[in-house]
Nanobody, 117 residues
Framework: QVNLVESGGGLVQAGGSLRLSCAAS????????MGWYRQAPGKQRELVAA???????NYADSVKGRFTISRDNAQNTVYLQMNSLKAEDTAVYYC???????????WGQGTQVTVSS
């Protein structure tokens, strides 16, 4: 079983940047698609960025041009660079498998991102 541990969140002013990390307890190179999700209070969890083992990345329209997802299979880690943060980016951020995979790993505890306006 692969466990996921997210880190790097915090409190930042609007316009600032954060870099999130997702460390997996086992090899992720065989997982064809990984993604970052977020869940704001009172809202459903949404996929914001996805990265396949090869090929182009995908982003939700709300973060396109501001967020960059990357993965380091040798380190079993997935990253999310977040720039030009907005108050509406405030949420708990999680990583997990991404579409088109139809299965998920156990969810980690997530990392809280709070953007003050």
């Amino acid at each position: 079983q692969v466990n996921l541990v997210e880190s790097g969140g915090g409190l930042v002013q609007a316009g600032g940047s954060l870099r999130l990390s997702c460390a997996a307890s086992a090899r992720i190179s065989s997982i064809s698609a990984m993604g970052w999700y977020r869940q704001a209070p009172g809202k459903q969890r949404e996929l914001v960025a996805a990265i396949p083992s090869g090929g182009s990345t995908n982003y939700a329209d709300s973060v396109k041009g501001r967020f960059t997802i990357s993965r380091d299979n040798a380190q079993n880690t997935v990253y999310l660079q977040m720039n030009s943060l907005k108050a509406e980016d405030t949420a708990v951020y999680y990583c997990n498998t991404a579409p088109p995979l139809g299965w998920a790993l156990p969810w980690g505890q997530g990392t809280q991102v709070t953007v003050s306006s």
